[in-house]
């Protein structure tokens, strides 16, 4: 048998904080790692000019987006879900535009990020690496 059990949730003070602490961390920043599609690995980088929540669980996220040809400037309407304090982006077939639909799921804490990637190419993987202020910021 399984049992659930509430331990109360984030009372709103506590989540404003955080979400406070989201866009700070994410508006200005770069993230740049690495991404594997197969058994091969490529490096990535997202460099976010903003972040800021719309509404609900609902962000807009201003990026660019480069890896190998690729090099896009889009805003990204993405869902955000909470695990405690760690926030989960997520994305589920969403376009992006002169790239085609992805799904994700990346969490961020601590000054690094990983997650799961896929594209509407049938391809996919894992991708992970680190957060840091652009230069200027």
Known sequence: ???LV?????GNNEQARL??????????AVLAGKFQMG???HEDKYTITKASKLA????MIQSRIQYGTH?????IPITIKWAGDTPVLTLT???IPGMGKFTARVLIYRGNYAGYWANDKGHGGQMWG???RAAGN
């Open 6 to 10: 509430s331990c109360g949730g984030k």
């Open 19 to 28: 979400e406070a602490d989201l866009e700070k961390t994410l508006t200005g």
């Open 1 to 3: 048998m399984v049992m």
């Open 93 to 95: 077939d969403a376009g």
């Open 71 to 75: 090099d896009v400037t889009v805003p």
């Open 56 to 59: 609900g669980e609902t962000w």
């Open 130 to 132: 680190t957060v840091a």
């Open 39 to 41: 058994e091969r690995v």
